[in-house]
């Protein structure tokens, strides 16, 4: 079975359980105290198997079903067998790296859900193939201009602090997202590059 099949899998059945178990919720989520205090250092990954709710959820995997399978191949044919799982759980840990260390001493603050290790697949994606057509909202675009919108937009929201999305997350994965891929692969920059001289809409 595909890797991303079973993340995805994963990640639905322990969101299902989360949602009507409030200790299970909580002994995953991202806790800061609880990193900081108990040394509970599972949940920098953890808080990416729970979600707020089912449209949370669905928006998360949707997006990880179609991209994570291009990327999973591409990951396995680089790193091997495993290697997209490493890929998505080191995005789980960098993207909430800058979240957790901002609020570590905060009591109140907790976050939850994958769409900062979604946002890396996503990136990575657009990184190999910025002129593919995606769906956002029913609106067909060519997944880099999608790319700097989703940008803009994050670092708006995340400078303004306002809502219960944690903007931040979603620019780290991002940036994880590339970074990590033009480490193991430098080439795939020149392929980029010579991918946006040739526009396609």
Same mark, same amino acid.
């Given at each position: #079975?595909?890797i991303?099949?079973?993340?995805?899998?994963?990640?639905c059945?322990?969101?299902? #359980?989360?949602?009507?178990?409030?200790?299970?919720?909580?002994?995953?989520?991202?806790?800061p105290?609880?990193?900081?205090?108990?040394?509970?250092?599972?949940?920098?990954?953890?808080?990416?198997?729970?979600?707020?709710?089912?449209?949370?959820?669905?928006?998360? #995997?949707?997006?990880?079903?179609?991209?994570?399978?291009?990327?999973? +191949?591409f990951?396995? +044919?680089?790193?091997?067998?495993?290697?997209? /799982?490493?890929?998505?759980?080191?995005?789980?840990?960098?993207?909430?790296?800058?979240?957790?260390?901002?609020?570590?001493?905060?009591?109140?603050y907790?976050?939850? +859900?994958?769409?900062?290790?979604?946002?890396? /697949?996503?990136?990575?994606?657009?990184?190999?193939?910025?002129?593919?057509?995606?769906? /956002?909202?029913?609106?067909?675009?060519?997944?880099?201009?999608y790319?700097?919108l989703?940008? /803009?937009?994050?670092?708006?929201?995340?400078?303004?602090?306002?809502?219960?999305?944690?903007?931040?997350?979603?620019?780290?994965?991002?940036?994880? +997202?590339?970074?990590f891929?033009? #480490?193991i692969?430098?080439?795939?920059?020149?392929?980029?590059?010579?991918?946006?001289?040739?526009?396609r809409?």
């Open positions: #079975m595909p991303t099949l079973i993340l995805i899998a994963i990640t059945v322990v969101s299902f #359980m989360a949602f009507n178990n409030h200790r299970l919720m909580n002994d995953l989520i991202l806790w105290p609880a990193i900081e205090r108990n040394r509970e250092y599972h949940r920098l990954v953890t808080y990416g198997l729970i979600h707020a709710d089912f449209s949370h959820l669905l928006f998360n #995997m949707i997006t990880l079903y179609f991209f994570g399978r291009s990327m999973e +191949g990951y396995t +044919g680089q790193l091997g067998t495993l290697g997209f /799982v490493l890929f998505y759980i080191g995005a789980l840990v960098v993207s909430i790296l800058p979240t957790y260390l901002k609020n570590r001493h905060n009591a109140d907790r976050s939850l +859900g994958a769409s900062g290790a979604v946002s890396a /697949v996503l990136f990575a994606f657009i990184l190999l193939s910025p002129w593919s057509r995606i769906i /956002v909202l029913v609106v067909p675009m060519p997944a880099i201009i790319a700097v989703y940008t /803009v937009y994050s670092i708006y929201m995340d400078r303004r602090g306002a809502g219960n999305v944690n903007h931040s997350a979603h620019l780290w994965g991002a940036a994880y +997202g590339v970074a891929t033009l #480490m692969r430098p080439e795939v920059l020149s392929h980029f590059l010579n991918q946006l001289s040739q526009p809409f």
